[in-house]
């Protein structure tokens, strides 16, 4: 289902659960940026009656996550702080720079992968984390993130047509899979 051409490093695991704390101020600001994407969409395409109807759904339950992150971090006595430069995603919108792009098709591209990536790595955390709680947290998260990129890859194609926008997710992919491959295995979401 996912539209990724690359897995996780394994090491990513291990990195991950070395410093979950600092997985989970990523993960805060994965879900804020996630939900403000979502709310960008609605307002620049109000007039595309299912991406609005659903991505403000999608926006409300982002900001659920939002909530339920920075839970998590009060429970381990930390707080939440501003978000390190995110060049993962910087780098993914780069990749699509090289060519005049369909802005809406390459933004839904852009989520699709994103969320994919954050689908497979909570479901590794739901398969990893050292208590049952945050296995079970994690595996919520991953049919969450499942669903978001499967969203998001349906809508590009309702909109730009099945091929048009299966071919971009892709090209996008196997970018993104380029991109993963020069970065460093961090504690982050991505």
């Known amino acids: 289902m996912l539209a990724l051409v690359s897995s996780t490093d394994p090491r990513w695991v291990d990195v991950a659960l070395g410093d979950l704390d600092a997985v989970l101020v990523d993960h805060l600001h994965c879900e804020l940026k996630a ?16 991406l609005v109807r659903e991505l403000a759904e999608l926006a409300r339950e982002e900001l659920s996550h939002v909530g339920q992150v920075h839970d998590e971090l009060a429970r381990r006595g930390l707080s939440a702080r501003p978000p390190d430069e995110d060049a993962y995603a910087r780098a993914l919108r780069r990749a699509l720079d090289d060519r005049k792009g369909e802005p809406l098709l390459d933004r839904l591209a852009v989520a699709s992968i994103i969320e994919a990536r954050s689908c497979e790595r909570f479901q590794l955390l ?18 969450s993130e499942a669903r978001h990129c499967r969203l998001f890859a349906s809508l590009a194609e309702e909109l730009h047509g099945e091929d048009r926008a299966r071919e ?14 020069k970065m460093p295995v961090l504690p982050r979401v991505h």
């Open 168 to 181: 971009r997710i892709r090209t996008l992919a196997e970018r993104e899979a380029e991109i993963l491959s």
């Open 126 to 143: 739901s398969l990893h984390a050292p208590t049952p709680a945050l296995r079970a947290w994690y595996h919520d998260l991953f049919a």
């Open 35 to 50: 939900a403000s994407n979502a709310t960008a969409l609605v307002t620049r395409y109000v007039y595309h009656p299912r």
